[in-house]
Each structure stands twice: as C-alpha cells, then as structure tokens.
T-cell receptor
Framework: EPEVTQTPSHQVTQMGQEVILRCVPI?????FYWYRQILGQKVEFLVS????????KSEIFDDQFSVERPDGSNFTLKIRSTKLEDSAMYFC?????????????FGDGTRLSIL | SQQGEEDPQALSIQEGENATMNCSYKTSINNLQWYRQNSGRGLVHLIL?????REKHSGRLRVTLDTSKKSSSLLITASRAADTASYFCATYVIQGAQKLVFGQGTRLTINP
C-alpha cells in the first residue's frame, strides 16, 4: 500500500540554525500538509499546499517557516532560524483530492530536537 | 475555536473487553474522523463519519455521531493487545478549510 515517507526520522539542530524536513507524499496525491505535535500535546495544523502554493496556514506558520515542492515527488518544510520551542514531531500528510471527505495519509514523522 | 476533546485521557482495560472513547467538539462540522497513533509512529486513519450519519461500522470499530450534542464515540469491541495506542478524533470545519483539527487524544492500554 502506498505510504507517505519522511526523512530524517530524527533531526538534532542547534538553536538558530536552519533545518529542512523532507517528505515524499503518495504519488498521485495533490494536496499536502504539515502538522506538528509537541510532546504530550495535540497534533496541530501548520500548512496546506496545493498547485504549488499555500492554500491555508495557521498562526504557528510564521515567517520563519516555508514549504516547497522542488520536484514532482518531494515536499519540504524549512524552518529558517530554529527556536527551542520548535522542538516537536513534524508530520507530513497528503490526500488525493483535498475534499474533506477524503482521509489524510500521514508519514511517521520527523522528531526535531533543538538544542 | 473548533476543537475535538476526547475523554477519557487514558483508558486501561483487559484484552477481550470493549473500549469506548468519546469526543466533543464546539462548532458545526462537515465530518468527523478517528485516527490511531502507535507510539513513535504517524497517524493512521480509522474511520470517517459524515455529519448526516449517526453510526458507522468498520470491522471491530463502531463510531457514533450526535450533532445535536456535538459529540462522537469510538467503540472498539473485543480488544486486542495490538489495539494499544492513542486515539484521536479530528474534524474539518464546514467552510471548506482543509486542515484537520485534532483533539488531545485518549491513550488506550490493553492488558493481556
């Protein structure tokens, strides 16, 4: 069964450094998402992406965050200057049509640790 | 803001028993979905129930939805050790937003 894959599984970065989290969505999906989960807290929406542009973003997704689909398969989340509070699990998801009656398929996440 | 809130936060039962988890939300929804998360893994979609549905079944899962009370329940029958995981409800707003809004989750432990 096709799945969403994320790399790396764990990223340790010094505060202030840039980090790029990578995702390969399911190949025929058109809508892509990033969520994060701070340890012990609920999963929070960051951004949705369709047709090479952001379709929705949350308050968390400030100017330090950006997303890109550099080629036909990868979907990346960049944090420009990391802060301690960016430490979390980051999940990528994709869906076929973006219709709300379609489930979103999640990767296993990247654990980001900011030192 | 719209939120799904699950209760209980943690549930521990014996293998073979049924597990019931509840979710409440605040605003109108298009549908409500349940996801499972095994420790250290991503979220796995379990079942979706639309706002015009009252009950839905999938294998050992039974989901109910009461839009008048803005609540949903997930029942897992004949639980197994492999059902040990966190379970989250998630909702879409009606107005076409694409983001899922997750609740805090219920941590389910099945004791052999």
């Amino acid at each position: 069964e096709p799945e969403v894959t994320q790399t790396p599984s764990h990223q340790v970065t010094q505060m202030g450094q840039e980090v790029i989290l990578r995702c390969v969505p399911i190949s025929n999906h058109l809508y892509f998402y990033w969520y994060r989960q701070i340890l012990g807290q609920k999963v929070e929406f960051l951004v949705s992406f369709y047709n090479n542009e952001i379709s929705e973003k949350s308050e968390i997704f400030d100017d330090q965050f950006s997303v890109e689909r550099p080629d036909g398969s990868n979907f990346t989340l960049k944090i420009r200057s990391t802060k301690l509070e960016d430490s979390a699990m980051y999940f990528c998801a994709s869906s076929g049509t973006g219709h709300s009656n379609q489930p979103q398929h999640f990767g296993d996440g990247t654990r980001l640790s900011i030192l | 803001s719209q939120q799904g809130e699950e209760d209980p936060q943690a549930l521990s039962i014996q293998e073979g028993e049924n597990a019931t988890m509840n979710c409440s939300y605040k605003t109108s929804i298009n549908n409500l979905q349940w996801y499972r998360q095994n420790s250290g893994r991503g979220l796995v979609h379990l079942i979706l129930i639309r706002s015009n549905e009252r009950e839905k079944h999938s294998g050992r899962l039974r989901v109910t939805l009461d839009t008048s009370k803005k609540s949903s329940s997930l029942l897992i029958t004949a639980s197994r050790a492999a059902d040990t995981a966190s379970y989250f409800c998630a909702t879409y707003v009606i107005q076409g937003a694409q983001k899922l809004v997750f609740g805090q989750g219920t941590r389910l432990t099945i004791n052999p």
